[in-house]
């Protein structure tokens, strides 16, 4: 049985079975690995040998892509998921913290490139000229290494929950386990076929989707997520198999429904933060099972559904996985409930999860000691969400800790936005907080108050966001409040606790909206 994803494939690289399905092409194991093969010599005769064989990869969900993943297992080196969504220095800073030698880029990325400053990295256009005949001269691969299940197969950046995202360095015996365990589950091998539309820089695609693709063998379909195309992909490809993160299925629900909607192969989704009315709804419609499960990148906590799990509830956790007191360091009481099913001991039941065996599967974030440091304390590794468990052990996400919030699946902190707001010459002061999603996860909402004087139309607002280059795409507010004032302490802090609490209508004042995606305010 195979160790690492380098011996994995190198078991795959003979079949001819289909691999990977994109537009009107079909790739067999054979020809995927044998392109993935020459990517691998490739950036390994361009690498410098003096320095860690680190490559990042700014692209879609394309075979380019799954090329990358597939020969960074059989080369040897660590690939570095960049985030596509990180704009300007933040880019830039992701890149480098990584140490990053070799980048790889497509047209539909490229520009996020310019004017940013990258020494020491070279930056190849694999649809370009001189990356081809990179691939001309390569040769046959030489490994960069024999890897250990232990070593890095890959870098994969989390969204920041306090301060910048930090790089969780992913094992090989990792997505292997993940791979394994969804197999055993639900019996999957390889004649299914797995629909990649989630961003493949994200530890759900590489977990829940990409694991267990190469560890069955079975075809990879990678996708840009539509809510209106899954279905017509799932009928086009013959996917049995997807998974989510965050809201995709709501996004899919809030399309028309047709009566021949259950005529499509989907058998599975595995994803999380999924809402039990959209899990039940996107079964029923779709007739397919959706399991929905609670881990973090890192890899440390890991909680799953099973029969009976309450509604709400996570489930239950992975041997370890508990609810501790940070300042106490005791585990918390169970939680108790009324008649109506409120918690009425938060104070004493509500508290982190952490994973009392220590690290589980992480393996420390990359280039960052004190980050590592503070996720493992008291031979515990203390993940900074807030839940609370049942005395039958259900676990609940109560929230996480920190100034952030998860939109559309992605963390986020909230002061790099407001710096970017603050640039907005007639904003005087600003708050930035979490208020809730109406399917899942949160929705970014800042509170503004103008300097006298001044005036800020929707219209404004909305170009001056747009001409920020360093701000990313979730990072748009979906609601603005201008009021005269924001609470504070008597030292000038602002009381974001009470900014949440009113929601996102708080009643005084003017509050502007914004649709879904779309980048145009309007006065509710």
């Excluded at 909402?445 to 300097?451: E, G, P």
Aim: aromatic share 8%.
């Amino acid at each position: 049985m195979a160790e690492t994803l380098q011996q994995l494939l190198r078991e795959r690289a003979d079949r001819d079975t289909p691999a990977l399905k994109y537009g009107d092409r079909v790739w067999t194991w054979r020809e995927h690995l044998a392109d993935a093969a020459a990517t691998a010599a490739a950036v390994i005769g361009a690498a410098d040998p003096d320095r860690p064989l680190h490559v990042g990869t700014l692209l879609g969900n394309t075979p380019e892509m799954l090329t990358a993943m597939a020969s960074a297992a059989l080369g040897g080196y660590v690939l570095c998921g960049v985030n596509d969504t990180r704009r300007g220095a933040a880019l830039a800073r992701d890149i480098l913290h990584a140490h990053c030698q070799i980048l790889l880029t497509d047209p539909a990325h490229r520009e996020l490139l310019d004017g940013l400053e990258l020494p020491g990295v070279r930056v190849f256009d694999v649809s370009g000229e001189s990356w081809a005949a990179l691939l001309e001269r390569a040769g046959p691969p030489t490994p960069h290494r024999e890897v250990a299940a232990t070593d890095t197969f890959m870098m994969m950046f989390t969204s920041g929950t306090s301060g910048e995202p930090k790089a969780v360095q992913v094992t090989h015996l990792t997505v292997l386990f993940a791979g394994a365990t969804l197999i055993a589950r639900f019996g999957l091998d390889a004649t299914d076929v797995c629909y990649l539309s989630m961003p493949l820089f994200h530890a759900n695609s590489l977990f829940a989707g990409w694991s267990v693709a190469v560890s069955t063998g079975a075809a990879m379909v990678p996708a840009t997520f539509s809510a209106s195309g899954l279905l017509p992909d799932l009928r086009r490809y013959c996917v049995t198999f997807m998974n989510y993160v965050g809201k995709p299925l709501a996004f899919v629900l809030a399309t028309p429904e047709r009566p021949d909607d259950r005529d499509n192969p989907l058998r599975l989704a595995v994803g999380n933060e999924a809402s039990d009315r959209d899990i039940a709804e996107f079964s029923r419609r779709f007739d397919c099972t959706v399991w929905d499960g609670f881990g973090s990148t890192e890899g440390a906590i890991i909680i799953t559904r099973e029969d009976g799990c309450p509604p709400g509830s996570l489930g239950r956790g992975f041997p370890g996985v508990a609810v501790y007191n940070p300042g106490t360091l005791a585990e918390c009481p169970p939680a108790a409930f009324d008649g109506d099913g409120a918690l009425t001991n938060a104070d004493e039941a509500i508290g982190e999860l952490v994973n009392t065996t220590g690290a589980g599967l992480f393996a420390g974030y990359y280039n960052d000691r004190e980050a590592t440091d503070a996720r493992l304390r008291h031979g515990m590794f203390w993940s900074g969400d807030l839940a609370y468990r049942d005395a039958d052990g259900w676990i609940y996400f109560a929230g996480r800790s920190g100034d952030w919030l998860r939109v559309d699946g992605e963390n986020m902190t909230t002061a790099p936005i407001e710096r970017i707001l603050q640039r907005l010459a007639p904003v005087s002061h600003v708050a930035v907080y979490a208020v809730p999603d109406e399917h899942v996860g949160d929705q970014v909402m800042a509170a503004m108050v103008l300097a006298d004087g001044a005036d800020l139309t929707p219209g404004e607002f909305g170009r001056f966001l747009a001409a920020q280059p360093d701000l990313s795409p979730k990072a748009w507010p979906r609601y603005v409040w201008l009021t005269d004032r924001l609470p504070t302490t008597a030292t000038n802090k602002i009381l974001k606790r009470e900014l949440t609490a009113l929601g996102a209508a708080p009643g005084a004042g003017v509050v502007w909206t914004r649709d879904g995606k779309s980048r145009v305010y309007r006065d509710t």
